[in-house]
């Protein structure tokens, strides 16, 4: 785990119980068991895991909405679970629900979580920044998913906070509102914010993360920069760099394994469609496209894909369903 000089956020070996699962054993489940994670300022940290991994409850956790039954938590130097107003004003929190009053309009709204904060961001300008005037007088229960998003990440940034949880924050946005969020999530992160954000969608955290922390069953599994967790697996230790996936579509049955090195996994996933994933060369490519020229194989279609953040999160907490 990093340990950064000054950390807006830091948790070490959290645990949380919840229970007794029934009033005749008293026996009580435990969602984390041991989660340590630390985010840095000017950072955007990133917590992945699948449904029931422990990371909601890690997060409510450090945002002081649930008590912890063991392990240290500390947010702006404090601890989550004792503090008072003057952290909270300091912390924005983006719930993946938004916990807004269904009956409010946006821009009263607004206007009132704004009168709590001594120094507020201009309601004016988080409204035109994130394209809320245009429906600005709609109640929050008839808004769609993403206007509803919109409206929650200013409501988290209003109070001008040191550190901004996002949950889920791109979902239900359209492609525009999704770059606007994205484009204003690295300017907070260039300004010296902490972020720490929780999503499903691989593509965004690595779009977006500096450091990542993967989750399962309660635990921390693995931990890196994108790129140093785009590095693991068997090719990592053979000195690769370069980790990626060759797909191509020919004639079923063919028997690559003497053509690639040993260290490509190599599968024909249905009759003729093979992938190929491992650290491969310039030099390898040239050796199956001499392979192809001598059998007479001419691929009906060819991708060369670099490997994803999903790739790796699906190889740490597996492909079953949770």
């Known amino acids: 785990m990093r340990s950064p000089q000054s950390p807006v956020l830091s948790i070490n070996g959290l645990i949380k119980d919840v229970g007794p699962l029934s ?8 969602v984390v068991g041991g989660i340590s ?5 000017g950072q955007v940290t990133a917590l992945l895991g699948a449904n029931g ?28 679970a004792s503090a008072g107003a003057d952290l909270r004003s300091r912390v924005g929190v983006m719930l993946q629900d938004g916990g807004l009053p269904p009956s409010a309009r946006p821009l009263p709204l607004l206007r009132h979580i704004a009168g709590l904060y001594a120094h ?60 606007l969020v994205f484009e204003l999530i690295g300017e907070l992160r260039d300004a010296g ?27 921390n599994v693995a931990e890196g920069t994108v790129q140093e967790l785009l590095q693991r697996g ?15 579509e020919a004639k079923p049955g063919l028997d690559l394994s003497a053509v690639l090195p040993a ?14 994933t491992g650290t491969l060369t310039p030099r390898h490519l040239a050796a199956l496209a001499e392979w192809w020229a001598v059998h007479d194989i001419m691929p009906a279609s060819m991708t060369l894909q670099a490997r994803s953040l999903e790739d790796v999160f699906l190889d740490i907490s597996g492909k079953d369903l949770r």
């Open 23 to 30: 009033s005749l054993d008293g026996k009580m489940l435990r």
């Open 234 to 248: 068997p090719a990592l230790e053979a000195g690769a760099h370069h980790v990626r996936t060759l797909s191509f």
């Open 263 to 276: 260290d490509v996994v190599i599968s024909e996933e249905r009759a003729g469609s093979y992938t190929a």
């Open 193 to 219: 914010l902490g972020i720490i954000l929780t999503t499903h969608l691989m593509d965004d955290a690595q779009r977006l993360a500096d450091y990542v922390y993967i989750i399962d069953g309660g635990r």
């Open 53 to 80: 991994a422990g990371k909601t409850t890690t997060l409510e956790c450090a945002q002081g909405l649930q008590k912890r039954s063991g392990g240290s938590i500390t947010l702006l130097g404090q601890d989550p």
């Open 120 to 179: 507020p961001w201009p309601v004016e300008d988080l409204v035109e920044r994130l394209g809320i005037d245009a429906f600005g007088r709609t109640t929050v229960r008839r808004l769609s998913g993403g206007q509803k998003q919109r409206l929650a990440l200013a409501a988290a940034l209003i109070g001008r906070p040191e550190v901004l949880f996002l949950d889920e924050p791109s979902a239900g946005l359209d492609p525009q509102s999704r770059r």
């Open 37 to 41: 994670l630390v985010a840095e300022r």
